[in-house]
Structure formats: C-alpha cells, structure tokens
C-alpha cells in the first residue's frame, strides 16, 4: 500500500465511496470525481512507457477505476466524455504494452516458483480482461462500436480465484497445480484462443467438461465476446454460415456454463457463484472482496446475446422472403432492421426498448 501511486489511491478511494452506506460518503465522493479523473488520465499521458511493467499496470488500473466511476455515477457530461475521449486512452495503454507478451510463465516446480511474478502479471491480466469487458458494456448499454477486434484479445487468460486469493507461495502453487490438472490447457493460453475453441460446432463432451473448469472471470470474457461479433454482423452480406457458427458459440457456452454450476469448482477454486444464485443470503456470509459480484449475471448476458441473434436471424429471414414475394431476386432495396443502428445512447433507451419488445406479451 506505500508504494500505491497516488492518482490508484485517489480513484480507489472515490470509487469505494460511491458504495458506501453512508449518504454524505457518496455525496462527497462526487465532489471529487472531476478532479481525480484529471488527476488519473494526466498520469495516464504522461506515461509512455510502451513496455510491461507493474507501474504501467497501476496506470491503466486507476484510469479504469475513473471510467467505471463516472460511466456509473457522473453527470451526462462526463459519462460522455469517458465514451468519446477518455476510454480510448485506455485502450491506447492497453495496445501500448503488447497484450500478447501478458502472459503466465509459471515453472513447474515450487522452488522456482516466483509468487510475486505471478500476483503482478495476474494483476495485468486482470486488468487487461476488465478493460475488454467495459468495452464491451458500451457496447451492449451505449450502442457504440467495440474499440477491440478479438483477434487482439492475445492476453493470457485470469488463473482460478483461489490462487489469486491465496495467502502464501505454498498455497498459490497448489491451487494452480490442482486446479491445472482440471483444466487441462496450457497456463499460457490466450483469450482469443478460448474464445476461438467457444465457435467450433463440433465440441465433444471430453473438452466442454474440460472448458468447464476455466474461471468464471475467462466463461464471462467470452461471454462478452458474443457481444462483439453480434454487433459487428450485417445480416445484408453475413452468409448462414456466420450466423451458424454464432449460434454453435452461444450454444456452446450455456452447455459449459450448466456444467460449471454443477461441478463444485467453486468450493475448490473458484467464487461461490452457484451458491449465491440459488441462495443470495449466503453472499453476507463471505468476505466482501471474495464475494462472485456481477458474475453471476453472466447467464443474463448470455441470454440478451441470444434473443439479439434470434431477432438478426428472423430479420434476415424476413427480408429474404419479401424479395422472393416481390420478384427482385436480383436487387436489394429492403429496410434496414435497426437492431444496431450506429446511434450512442447514453440512457440506455435502445436496450430497454429492445428488451421490452422481446417479452412476451401479456396474457
């Protein structure tokens, strides 16, 4: 904690009493919302380092911390500001330290086992992964385009919870050797490579029992990546084999997410999302910063994911019999389905109304 720069102290502590129970500890947190975004994205210009290094990592960790802040709590202006101008300054520090080189190199035996290596570049990946998801939540809240293509997701991917809540070297070390023998892929496999193995339509039981393993944080990774073809897709000159191959994805995932449920990893290696799904008074009971969080929402993302295909599909199929009906084979003039008109949307109205027209009607 001495050695915590500043401008991470600043957007840890405004961050944490935006949730605080007491009134007056959100209302002044707001006072300092301006001035400690100023105070993290100067730090963020001025350093441009373009290699690895934890300090960079701490960088790019309070410049997140601001996004989140005022995405969620700050006035239109700023959330505005965060969308447009801020953000892509983080994704910039992100690109700038080679994702591809964040990754794990963990030696097999326990006395080159080096602890603090590893709690650092767990820290980046994190990092790394949460910058990915918050693109994606513009994506999905405010209607704007992803800031990464996936083919540049090459980070490594998060290690289980255990093994970065552990206390000691020891007990780090024999959570990843058990929690590797689960697994069973290699420590240094990268998030585009989990989420290339999520689109193959021919997935045997063996490997989505071994998928079902992978940390909550990588399942909800990939569960966001959905997000990002779906927006990129064009049902005017997307063949059925891209849509195919998405559905095989989102497929895929629900079958290896029930297994995850249902495998008790959670009382091994990982957060106790199962649990507090079916009993949410159990998350009292746990120390809050061990606690699942947004994860276990992932199944919701998974099904806005599927209705937004499901609707594509039938607009797709729609125009396609309406220019079979009309003759014009050979011309296109259709409507567009406005499912992602290119339209930011602050207020989330496009999602709601989305959402809402998708619920069945009421008896």
Not at 287 to 302: I, L, S, T
Request: hydrophobic content about 45%; charged content about 25%; aromatic content about 12%.
């Amino acid at each position: 904690m001495l050695d915590t720069p500043a401008p991470l102290l600043a957007a840890m502590a405004v961050t944490g009493a935006c949730h605080s129970f007491d009134r007056k500890d959100r209302e002044d947190a707001r006072y300092w919302f301006e001035a400690v975004e100023q105070l993290v994205f100067h730090d963020l210009e001025s350093n441009l380092d373009r290699k690895i290094s934890y300090r960079k990592t701490q960088i790019i960790q309070a410049a997140f911390l601001a996004c989140i802040y005022q995405t969620w709590e700050g006035e239109g202006t700023a959330r505005a500001r965060i969308r447009r101008s801020r953000f892509n300054a983080v994704v910039t520090a992100a690109r700038d330290i080679n994702m591809a080189s964040v990754r794990h190199n963990i030696s097999p035996d326990f006395e080159n086992f080096d602890w603090i290596d590893f709690i650092c570049m767990e820290e980046t990946i994190r990092t790394l992964l949460w910058v990915f998801c918050l693109d994606t939540a513009y994506v999905i809240f405010n209607n704007i385009p992803p800031h990464f293509a996936l083919r540049e997701l090459r980070m490594g991917l998060a290690s289980c919870e255990a093994c970065f809540q552990a206390s000691t070297s020891q007990e780090c070390f024999a959570k990843l050797q058990d929690w590797s023998a689960h697994n069973k892929r290699p420590a240094n496999f990268s998030l585009y490579g989990l989420i290339k193995m999520f689109f193959h339509d021919d997935l045997h039981e063996t490997m989505l029992e071994n998928l079902a393993h992978e940390s909550f944080m990588n399942l909800w990774c990939v569960n966001a990546a959905f997000h990002v073809v779906l927006f990129n897709l064009d049902s005017a000159v997307s063949g059925d084999e891209q849509f195919d191959r998405i559905r095989a994805g989102i497929d895929n995932w629900e079958a290896v997410w029930h297994r995850r449920l249902r495998n008790n990893d959670e009382h091994f290696f990982d957060a106790v999302v199962a649990t507090t799904m079916l009993s949410p008074q159990c998350d009292s009971h746990i120390d809050p910063w061990k606690r699942p969080g947004f994860w276990k929402n992932a199944a919701e993302y998974w099904l806005l994911a599927q209705l937004m295909l499901e609707r594509m599909v039938s607009a797709r199929q729609s125009a396609q019999a309406a220019r079979e009906l009309s003759g014009m084979h050979g011309l296109h003039w259709e409507v567009d389905s406005h499912i992602n008109d290119l339209i930011e949307d602050d207020g989330m109205e496009r999602l709601h109304f989305f959402l809402t027209s998708a619920m069945p009607a009421s008896q």
